[in-house]
């Protein structure tokens, strides 16, 4: 007894490869490596890829598609030569470092890639859509080696370790566990620390240099005496088969053969159950980024919560299932288990976003935002994937006969899943999400799986016939069953928690309501599951708003002077623009400014379709039916792919899409796209980049705002409402002719535009002025590029998604501010000495509460006319909004004493008499308003606010 627990003790201080399989540890530390290395490089090459490819769904899954075939073809044919290797842990030895070398190589020929692939789209011009095959075809010519050698380990070591005594599925579960945890260590090294430190290449090269290192360690380690005298490294032919076809079944023993069609139904099972697990996986990513956001950090939460479950499932199967026989039935009750974990979930999803919001409620940081996003995706897939992980080792273990030849079963029942996983994303992404929505997709995987089930029961012959039958009718009955299930309310998820967490917070505790009834507030009259993102449009009142993963991206209230400034101010600047590019259809607003004006061509380039339908059917009141107008075309695409493969040259470009916190943004503000853009431009040409200045540290800001700079020398800055940003870029500074600005102003008429937020004439929109060339590049100076390689930007933007930091922006640049309005041409300076001119550009200010600036455009109108009344009034209200009110008062009196008495000037002075709560003074100059305007709604207003008060009046 006392000899038993001394080995007992003296195992448990084994590795777990080395109480599986002794002296085998080094080989299971190095798959273990290597399935780290193989996740950092699809990550990696996702990134890189989606840099030429772009990031729409076709890229995206013709790149994971071909990523996966290597992976099918290299296990289809290293399963073939498996059993006739005479040395098998030498030829995994060499499979690591031919890993090594051909990943490390990647980078390098992506540049040949690309021009092959650019070369092909100007031979043939195919649309973004069907050009995927072509895609799938170069990426997968690219790829195909390094994932080829990726496929081949899994069967090559299988077949290695079977060759000593064991169960065949304890064997596999044990390699594709540790292979798989490896690829869970592998997502979090490149997603957390890797590429945020050192960038795209040298995260391939130290995985390529770790490949190299697996390889000589493996090599060395092949000539080591245990390995020959364990039988790894001899031919498979010197070795007789440890079990046969008669074999009976034990613990320890491979199960014989139960019925050709139990077995062939397994193999197929397998593969439909390959390409559910990725319906699950493309579907639950598309619910979770409703709930945790869609940041880079959110989506590696994703992918580590659905490895981390899979990689348990396999090692759990190897732990306890290997242990005893597999049959068919047991496959059916994996899939009947994955298909009761994923209802479960399926109906509590919709408080999902409350548990989230639930958790923040102790703490915003981003580590603890992190770890709240990587538990609710664990709570979502963790129970299923534990599951799905169990089901591979599970249909290695049915179909295989003899250990002997295990390499061979594994290979190829390797390439059936994955082949089926390939098909799984493609139907998913493309037809069946936009086709059904995300909830019904996922219910359409539950009834698979069931199905599954029921088939592998009904056919199985090692239970009686009764049993069989019950079995396979329930199994039948609960997927008409789950058919049932409610979809969730697209108010909850469509209401943006990881986005507004703060601001849905704090109305929860204003109002002292539920988050329950809270989420469900909102009046939704659209949502839609498109392609690449869930589309939603809001009514609040009368403002109209639309959400893209629940953020929200335009509207008709806040949005507006952005939106419209964004489309109007570089029109007004150019010389002669004739043909315009908008990347971002957002509500169609921008291209609407854009299309009030003489231009030729109008192009827009949206990346989800869903967009498109949105802003034609809810927005076009707003941005003037412009998906109408004959001069537009709309491409859904990839913006930057667009402009790589695009022949076509603009006057002015203009960029939308901000908040470079959302996943695959930061890219559409790299050095390399700015200086894309900038080719595109003709001779005199500009672009106009939007960015936000809230939620974005201030060091975020002059990254971009340098980078910006690097295609766009000639830079300045302009401010709008709520804190947004346009930064207007050319090659070379050319001063403003204010002539042609004030000509095209009003000749288009497009004071109907921006009469709305207060500008009501062409000197308003100079209000919007913030910094000149010389003080946009001294602000910049010190900071950081974000490039292609090392997007910075994308990792360091989502740390501040729930910081206020719109003040910290505006100051960051007011303190580089020294020229008031823009450089100007000599011909129009005499333009910029007229009070009236002054007073208008003061008028911009005060639109966008810049104050101070507001107060310096209206003193110097004073100054060349001291009676100029509109600047009394404009100074007046400007210490109103200071709460300085005797000097409100002072320049009220000033007014009412010297210029013609009007309306605006009155309500003027009512607004400073009430709040100095000089209410008998207010009454009396609200109903001299009112008798000016008996109709003013708002005059009559204020006068009913009046006189709610007692009298205080004192006289001036």
């Given at each position: ?75 289809a044919l290293f399963a073939r030569r498996a ?185 197929g099972a397998l593969g439909i159950s390959g ?603 400007v210490h109103v909004k200071l709460d300085l ?72």
């Open positions: 007894m006392r000899q038993a627990r001394t080995k007992k003790a003296e195992l448990g201080r084994q590795p777990w490869g080395e109480r599986v399989w002794p002296g085998a540890g080094v080989l299971f530390l190095c798959f273990f490596l290597s399935g780290a290395t193989g996740l950092i490089y699809e990550v990696v090459w996702l990134r890189m890829l989606g840099l030429v490819f772009g990031h729409t769904v076709h890229a995206v899954t013709a790149v994971l598609a071909a990523f996966m075939g290597g992976l099918a073809l290299g296990s059993a006739r290797m005479r040395n098998l842990i030498r030829a995994y030895g060499w499979l690591e470092i031919g890993i090594g070398i051909s990943a490390a190589l990647i980078p390098t020929l992506l540049g040949g890639t690309t021009a092959l692939y650019l070369y092909l789209q100007g031979l043939f011009g195919f649309s973004y859509s069907t050009f995927s095959f072509v895609q799938f075809l170069i990426v997968f010519a690219l790829l195909v080696v390094p994932t080829t050698l990726m496929g081949g380990t899994l069967p090559i070591l299988s077949q290695a370790l079977g060759r000593r005594e064991g169960s065949v599925g304890r064997l596999v579960g044990t390699l594709y566990g540790v292979n798989t945890f490896g690829a869970v260590v592998g997502v979090v090294l490149a997603g957390y620390l890797f590429i945020p430190a050192l960038g795209n290449r040298a995260t391939i090269a130290i995985a390529a240099v770790v490949n190299l290192g697996l390889g000589a360690l493996v090599l060395a380690y092949s000539r080591s005496r245990w390995a020959w005298d364990s039988g790894m490294g001899q031919h498979a032919g010197e070795r007789p088969s440890v079990e046969s076809p008669d074999s009976t079944v034990g613990p320890n023993t491979v199960s014989p053969l139960r019925g050709r069609l139990g077995v062939w139904l397994t193999v390409a559910v697990s990725m319906l699950y996986e493309v579907a639950w990513t598309r619910a979770l980024a409703l709930v945790i956001g869609s940041s880079t950090y959110a989506f590696s939460a994703m992918l580590v919560a659905f490895l981390g479950g899979i990689a348990g499932g396999s090692a759990l199967y190897a732990w306890w299932g290997g242990k005893r026989p597999a049959s068919p039935v047991l496959f059916g009750g994996l899939q009947a288990g994955i298909a009761l974990a994923v209802a479960l979930v399926l109906l509590g999803f919709e408080r999902m976003p409350e548990m989230f919001l639930a958790a923040l409620r102790w703490s915003d940081s981003p580590a603890f935002v992190q770890l709240v996003q990587l538990a609710v995706s664990a709570g979502t897939l963790l129970l299923a994937t534990l599951l799905i992980g169990a089901t591979f080792p599970c249909a290695v273990a049915v179909a295989t006969r003899e250990l002997a030849r295990v390499g061979q079963a594994v290979g190829r029942l390797y390439a059936v899943n994955t082949v089926g996983a390939v098909i799984g994303t493609v139907l998913t992404g493309f037809v069946l999400i936009p086709a059904l929505g995300v909830h019904a997709v996922i219910v359409g995987g539950i009834v698979l799986n069931l199905l599954l089930a029921a088939a592998l029961v009904a056919v199985s012959s090692t239970i009686p016939t009764a049993r069989r039958w019950v079995g396979a009718t329930a199994a039948v009955l609960a997927s008409a069953a789950v058919l049932l299930i409610p979809p969730w309310d697209p108010r909850v998820l469509a209401s943006g928690p990881a986005v507004y967490a703060p601001d849905l917070l704090e109305a929860a505790d204003r109002d002292d309501t539920s988050m329950f009834d809270l989420l469900r507030r909102e009046q939704l009259v659209f949502y839609y599951d498109g392609l690449s993102s869930t589309v939603s449009v809001h009514q609040n009142g009368r403002d109209r708003y639309l959400r893209v993963n629940g953020k929200t991206e335009a509207g008709t209230g806040d949005d507006m002077p952005t939106q419209l400034m964004l489309g109007h101010l570089p029109i007004l600047i150019h010389s002669d623009p004739k043909a315009v590019l908008v990347i971002g259809m957002g509500s169609g607003v921008t291209a609407g400014a854009v299309a009030r004006y003489p231009v030729k061509r109008l192009d827009i380039v949206e990346i989800e379709p869903a967009v498109v339908v949105a802003a034609f059917h809810y927005f076009g009141h707003v941005n003037g039916e412009v998906l109408e107008d004959p001069r537009v075309r709309t491409i859904v695409a990839d913006g930057r792919n667009f402009l790589l493969t695009t022949p076509e040259q603009y006057d002015v470009i203009i960029s939308e899409p901000s908040n470079p916190w959302i996943g695959g943004v930061a890219a559409l503000f790299s050095v390399e796209f700015f200086e894309l853009a900038r080719q595109r431009l003709r001779p005199g040409g500009l672009m106009v980049q939007w960015v936000q200045g809230y939620s974005l540290l201030p060091d975020d800001l002059r990254m971009i705002v340098k980078t910006f700079r690097t295609a766009f020398p000639a830079t300045s800055v302009w401010c709008t409402d709520g804190g947004d940003y346009l930064l207007l870029g050319r090659e070379e500074a050319m001063p403003l002719d204010l002539g042609l600005f004030k000509a095209r102003f009003e000749s288009n008429r497009i004071a109907h535009d921006l009469e709305r937020f207060g500008i009501e004439s062409w000197p308003g929109v100079l209000g919007y002025f913030l910094l000149g060339e010389p003080d946009t590049a001294r602000f910049a100076e010190a900071a950081a590029l974000n490039t292609d390689d090392r997007l910075s930007l994308e990792f360091s933007a989502p740390r501040a998604l729930y910081l206020d930091t719109t003040y910290q922006a505006w100051e960051s640049m007011q303190n580089f501010k020294t020229a008031s309005l823009p450089e100007v041409s000599p011909d129009s300076r005499p333009e910029l000495e007229q009070p009236d001119v002054l007073y208008r550009i003061g008028v911009g200010c005060l639109s966008r509460d810049a104050l101070e600036e507001a107060l310096a455009h209206f003193r110097r109108a004073l100054e060349l006319d001291p009676q100029h009344t509109p600047s009394l009034m404009g100074m007046g209200a009110l005797p000097e409100a008062r002072r320049f009220t009196r000033q007014v009412l004493e010297h210029g013609p008495v009007n309306a605006d000037a009155l309500i003027l002075g009512g607004v400073a008499y009430e709040t100095l709560e000089l209410q008998n003074e207010a009454k009396a100059l609200f109903q001299e308003v009112l008798a000016l305007q008996p109709r003013n709604a708002e005059f009559r207003a204020a006068l009913s606010h009046a006189m709610e008060y007692k009298d205080h009046g004192t006289g001036l």
